[in-house]
C-alpha cells in the first residue's frame, strides 16, 4: 500500500508555456499533499502544502502565481508551472501524507518525481 | 526551526558489509518523527525506516536498523550485509507531531561496491 503516482514523468515544454503535473495517492486518502523541488546532488526543498478543498501554503520565495496548486479530491493534487522559462527546469516530487492506524503515525510517501524541461 | 545535520556528503562501502550514516537534530519539541529515506538513481523516495520519538526502542527493518540517542538529538542508520542495490542517495527527515512539514537533511551518498 501508500501508493503515489505522478504523471508526467518527463516533460519538455518551450519557454513561455504552461505544464501541469499530476500527483495521485492510489490506495488511500490524503488530505495533504506536498510539493517538492530538487536540484542535482541536492536535498528536496518543499515549495508549497496542498490541502484539500482549500488553499495552499506556499513557502517563503515561492511565487504562488507562477505554481499554481489545486487540491480538488482527496486523492488528486496538481502543480501548474505558468509561463515556464528555463530556470523552472527541475525535478519536481509530490508527497502525500498517509496516516497509520489510531491515527498517531504520520508518514509521507513520495511520488516518482517529474522531470521538467524549459527550452 | 528545526534543523537536520548529515556531515557524511559520501560513504563507500563493500558488498556484504555493515555501515553507519549519521544524522543529528535540532529542536526543542519533545515528541517528533524521525526518518530515513532512500533515493536511488531512479530518483524515487522510498521510505527506509521511521522511528517515534517516545520510544524508546529502536526501529528495525531486515537489514536496516536506527540508532536513537534522544538526549544527545542523534539519529543513526545502520545498513547490514550491504548489497549492490542499497546504493542510494540517504535522506535524514524530521517531522514534529504538532506540523506536517518534513525537514530534510542534506543526503549521504551511498556506494556500494562489489
Known amino acids: 500500500g501508500a501508493v503515489v503516482s505522478q504523471h508526467p514523468s518527463w516533460v519538455i515544454c518551450k519557454s513561455g508555456t504552461s505544464v501541469k503535473i499530476e500527483c495521485r495517492s492510489l490506495?488511500?486518502?490524503?488530505?495533504?499533499m506536498f510539493w517538492y523541488r530538487q536540484f542535482p546532488k541536492q536535498s528536496l526543498m518543499l515549495m508549497a502544502t496542498?490541502?484539500?478543498?482549500?488553499?495552499?501554503t506556499y513557502e517563503q520565495g515561492v511565487e504562488k502565481d507562477k505554481f499554481l496548486i489545486n487540491h480538488a479530491s482527496l486523492t488528486l493534487s496538481t502543480l501548474t508551472v505558468t509561463s515556464a522559462h528555463p530556470e523552472d527546469s527541475s525535478f519536481y516530487i509530490c508527497?502525500?501524507?498517509?496516516w497509520g492506524a489510531g491515527g498517531f503515525q504520520e508518514t509521507q510517501y513520495f511520488g516518482p518525481g517529474t522531470r521538467l524541461l524549459v527550452l | 526551526a528545526q534543523t537536520v545535520t548529515q556531515s557524511q556528503p559520501e560513504m563507500s562501502v563493500q558488498e556484504a558489509e555493515t555501515v553507519t550514516l549519521s544524522c543529528t537534530y535540532d529542536?526543542?519539541?519533545?515528541?517528533?518523527?524521525l526518518f530515513w529515506y532512500k533515493q536511488p538513481p531512479s530518483r524515487q523516495m522510498i521510505l527506509v525506516i521511521r522511528?517515534?520519538?517516545?520510544?524508546?526502542q529502536n526501529a528495525t527493518e531486515n537489514r536496516f536498523s536506527v540508532n536513537f540517542q534522544k538526549a544527545a538529538k542523534s539519529f543513526s542508520l545502520k545498513i547490514s550485509d550491504s548489497q549492490l542495490g542499497d546504493t542510494a542517495m540517504y535522506f535524514c527527515a524530521f517531522l514534529e507531531t504538532s506540523g506536517s512539514r518534513l525537514t530534510f537533511g542534506e543526503g549521504t551518498q551511498l556506494t556500494v561496491n562489489p
Open positions: 529542536t526543542s519539541e519533545n515528541n517528533y518523527y
Open positions: 496542498s490541502n484539500e478543498g482549500s488553499k495552499a
Open positions: 522511528q517515534e520519538a517516545y520510544k524508546q
Open positions: 508527497s502525500a501524507k498517509r
Open positions: 490506495d488511500f486518502q490524503a488530505t495533504t
